[in-house]
């Protein structure tokens, strides 16, 4: 049977040798304990603020195996840290400053990119942009992308089997992975980075890992799947009447576009207007005019005149039919990237307006209108005044179904008072639609407790059971995702 992780206090003898022997294994420079930790110990949305025994910084998949051996025969317990910009409290410190936090900024080296095989294997630490933009510069598109690229690490994005804005193409993380080397709990080095596309020789470990957010193992590097740049991408910024209205120009762009569509995004207009109202200096297209806008993505491999033609194309039949009232094609690469901007800027323009309850969830396409209008309508029966930040990854089903505090109410207050009977109500209905309370960002210790409630016992069971086999003293990040 699993046990909740237990804490035998340390002296200060035993601690100062436990210092030393991580220091040996990664160098003095690379354990810290003292001074500013706030970059490791506190979440990126300032929610929690952690304690960590240490923050250690090992600078290659041998030092991790070596730092996770240390720990285990101190009995110690490890959080696996990329870039620390996850959502959900999964990868900082609890406060018992009994906890090591690894970080894996420091083991980050692209190791191989294989032209042929169109593979790249890298290591957990690399930074997302990083990655991108060398593939880029080899011919090759690495198609992950999201607001957080530039911090966030590939660790990080398979620890949680991350999403971003090219899913509806590429799929998730887990979807580009084809290999993976991963420290176990017991510091022993599983090295499966072969980069096949068939192998079926036994159980597919890489998905045990793959999401389990450092709960099952250190994952050290990976093995992902390039795609060649394509000659064009185009983009796109369309005004809409209503949600029923995007799920009918995304049935259109797929018929139109086929697999040459790797975006589409959708933006309640509340939530656009907090991108004017904190970012004054970006242009918003059609602004106020309309509830809902969308921005799509056409990627092409024959040439620009081929892609514009198959988007306006797209686009007139879509203003012909009615679900798009108004809309624009981006000229160059600039124009597209600011219309990119708007949509990535939501998050920050709704942490600059205040506290907020989040809810990363994900319905059936055709579903989400009917969910949205039925669940807005409910929260303004509870929450009076409660305004909507309502936007995301439509192309798969997956909605940042947000809540603001009213308007000149103590944001701090109602995200105390509000988030659980909000949460309840929002859940409740995901689960009505046969929806997932997490697309995207995982479940950390912010949705353990609503995992029990929302997973079918019989998965819950299963869940025990791996954790069980690979950690059985649960060490790996303990009290994340399960409730133990």
């Given at each position: 049977m699993?046990?909740?992780?237990t804490?035998r206090p340390?002296?200060?003898t035993?601690?100062?040798i436990?210092?030393k022997?991580?220091?040996?294994?990664?160098?003095?420079?690379?354990?810290?304990?003292e001074?500013?930790?706030?970059a490791?110990?506190?979440?990126?949305?300032?929610?929690?603020?952690?304690?960590a025994?240490?923050?250690?910084?090992?600078g290659?998949?041998?030092?991790?195996?070596?730092?996770?051996?240390?720990c285990?025969?101190?009995?110690?317990s490890?959080?696996?840290?990329?870039?620390?910009t996850?959502?959900v409290?999964?990868?900082?410190?609890?406060?018992?400053?009994?906890?090591v936090?690894?970080s894996l900024?420091?083991?980050?080296?692209?190791?191989?990119m294989?032209?042929a095989?169109?593979?790249?294997?890298?290591?957990?630490?690399?930074?997302?942009?990083?990655?991108?933009?060398a593939?880029?510069?080899?011919?090759?598109?690495y198609?992950?992308?999201?607001?957080s690229?530039?911090?966030?690490?590939?660790?990080?994005n398979?620890?949680?089997?991350?999403?971003?804005?090219?899913v509806?193409?590429y799929?998730?993380?887990?979807?580009?992975c084809l290999?993976?080397?991963v420290?176990?709990?017991q510091g022993?080095?599983w090295?499966?980075?072969?980069?096949?596309?068939?192998?079926?020789?036994?159980?597919?470990?890489r998905?045990?890992?793959?999401?389990s957010?450092?709960t099952?193992?250190?994952?050290?590097?990976?093995?992902?799947k390039?795609?060649?740049?394509?000659k064009s991408?185009?983009?796109?910024?369309?005004?809409?009447?209503?949600?029923?209205?995007?799920?009918d120009?995304?049935g259109l762009?797929?018929r139109h576009?086929s697999?040459?569509?790797?975006g589409?995004?959708v933006m309640g207009?509340?939530?656009?207007?907090?991108?004017?109202?904190?970012?004054?200096?970006q242009?918003?297209?059609?602004?106020?005019k309309?509830?809902f806008?969308?921005v799509?993505?056409?990627?092409d491999?024959?040439?620009?005149?081929?892609?514009?033609t198959?988007?306006e194309?797209?686009?007139e039949?879509?203003?012909?039919?009615?679900?798009?009232?108004?809309?624009?094609?981006?000229?160059?690469?600039?124009?597209?990237?600011?219309?990119?901007?708007?949509?990535?800027?939501?998050?920050?323009?709704?942490?600059?307006?205040?506290l907020?309850?989040?809810?990363?969830?994900?319905?059936?396409?055709?579903?989400?209108?009917?969910?949205?209008?039925?669940?807005d309508?409910?929260?303004?029966?509870?929450?009076?005044?409660?305004?909507m930040?309502?936007?995301?990854?439509l192309?798969?089903g997956?909605?940042?179904?947000?809540?603001?505090?009213?308007?000149?109410?103590?944001?701090e207050?109602?995200?105390?008072?509000?988030?659980?009977p909000?949460?309840a109500?929002?859940?409740?209905q995901?689960?009505?639609?046969?929806?997932?309370?997490?697309a995207e960002?995982g479940?950390?210790?912010?949705?353990?407790?609503?995992?029990?409630?929302?997973?079918?016992?019989?998965?819950?069971?299963?869940?025990?059971?791996?954790?069980?086999?690979?950690?059985?003293?649960?060490?790996?990040?303990?009290?994340?995702?399960?409730?133990?």
């Open positions: 699993l046990q909740a992780e804490l340390m002296n200060p035993e601690h100062k436990f210092l022997i991580l220091q040996a294994i990664v160098g003095t420079n690379n354990v810290l304990t001074g500013d930790l706030s490791w110990e506190l979440d990126w949305r300032k929610r929690e603020q952690g304690k025994l240490a923050v250690v910084r090992p290659s998949t041998e030092e991790v195996a070596a730092v996770v051996r240390a285990a025969a101190a009995q110690i490890l959080v696996p840290q990329g870039g620390n996850g959502m409290v999964g990868s900082t410190p609890d406060a018992s400053g009994r906890q936090v690894l900024s420091r083991v980050n080296r692209i190791r191989q294989d032209a095989n169109l593979t790249v294997t890298v290591e957990a630490g690399c930074v997302l942009q990083a990655l991108q933009e593939c880029e510069a080899a011919g090759f598109l198609p992950l992308s999201m607001a690229e530039g911090s966030c690490t590939v660790g990080g398979l620890g949680t089997n991350a999403g971003g804005t090219q509806v193409r799929g998730n993380t887990r979807e580009l290999g993976l080397e420290v176990t709990a022993e080095i090295n499966g980075l072969s980069g096949l596309r068939k192998d079926n020789t036994g159980y597919d470990l998905h045990l890992f793959i999401g957010e450092g099952l193992g250190v994952i050290t590097a990976a093995t992902m390039l795609f060649p740049s394509p991408m185009m983009t796109a910024y369309a005004s809409l009447p209503s949600l029923d209205a995007a799920v120009l995304l762009a797929h576009l697999s040459g569509l790797t589409f995004e207009e509340f939530a656009l207007s907090l991108v004017r109202k904190h970012f004054p200096q242009h918003v297209p059609f602004s106020g309309d509830p806008c969308v799509l993505e056409l990627s491999h024959d040439s620009e005149a081929h892609a514009r198959l988007l194309s797209l686009l039949d879509a203003l012909q039919d009615g679900c798009v009232l108004d809309a624009v094609v981006a000229e160059n690469i600039s124009q597209a990237r600011a219309l990119w901007h708007i949509r990535e800027s939501i998050p920050l323009a709704q942490a600059q307006e205040g907020n309850i989040k809810h990363d969830i994900s319905i059936a396409v055709s579903r989400i209108p009917d969910f949205v209008r039925e669940t309508a409910a929260i303004q029966a509870a929450f009076p005044g409660a305004r930040v309502n936007y995301g990854h192309g798969d997956n909605l940042h179904y947000n809540v603001q505090a009213p308007e000149g109410a103590d944001a207050a109602f995200l105390r008072d509000q988030e659980k909000m949460n109500l929002v859940y409740a995901v689960d009505a639609y046969s929806g997932s309370i997490s960002h479940i950390g210790s912010l949705k353990r407790e609503k995992l029990a409630e929302h997973k079918s016992p019989v998965a819950i069971s299963l869940m025990r059971s791996i954790k069980q086999a690979l950690d059985p003293d649960n060490r790996m990040n303990p009290n994340r995702v399960l409730k133990i």
